[in-house]
């Protein structure tokens, strides 16, 4: 059981019988009232966002996830397939059920996929990964001082804000939560 007070982001619980995130919460203290929780609520399932209201304290089961390692082999049309790194079983997942992201995935990358009651639901990326840019805007001498920021395209077609001193072909360390550059690998 996890109560509205231990909710925390990318927590999962289960709501009106099927499994999902918290992709956001607020904690809001009525004034005469108890407090209450506000919450943005995806559902693992569907895919849809919902936004309900709780009571402070309220508890909710914790869905019964299974990860399983499985390593990304490649995207056809809309469906990605994945392979069991144990039974070398493939199973796919649509575009909807990776949500955002899709546009960190590269082909051979380990990932976990959460299954719930038998069924894969979504991936779950490390918290960092590391892509090379295929495309960006030449660095300049003297650009590096100025603390501003320009669009550089990944391998994987994802696009990110990075210094002026970023060229093409260098490997980057992306944080897969904010999709935002942390620093230059190599």
């Known amino acids: 059981m996890i109560s509205t007070n231990e909710f925390k982001k990318g927590g999962k619980i289960e709501y009106k019988g099927e499994p999902c ?19 943005k ?22 869905p019964q996830l299974e990860e399983r390692e499985m390593q990304y082999l490649y995207a056809e049309g809309d469906m990605h397939f994945f392979m069991d790194t144990e039974s070398f079983e493939q199973i796919p997942l649509t575009s909807v059920q990776l ?61 990110v804000k990075v210094p002026f001193h970023i060229n093409e072909g260098d490997i980057l360390k992306i944080d897969t939560r904010t999709s935002e550059y942390i620093e230059r690998v190599r």
């Not at 399932?45 to 914790?62: N, P, Q």
């Not at 495309?135 to 696009?159: F, H, I, Q, R």
């Open 21 to 39: 995130e918290i992709v956001d919460y607020q904690h809001v203290k009525m004034g005469r009232g108890g407090a209450i929780v506000r919450t």
């Open 41 to 62: 609520l995806k559902s693992l399932k569907t895919g849809s966002v919902l936004e309900d209201t709780f009571r402070s304290g309220e508890k909710f089961e914790t």
């Open 99 to 159: 949500g955002d992201i899709r546009k960190f995935l590269k082909e051979n990358m380990t990932v976990k996929v959460l299954n719930y009651k038998g069924v894969p639901l979504t991936v779950e990326l490390s918290t960092f990964v590391e892509l090379m840019v295929t495309k960006t805007d030449p660095g300049y001498k003297g650009d590096t001082a100025s603390g501003g920021s320009k669009p550089a395209t990944l391998e994987t077609g994802a696009v």
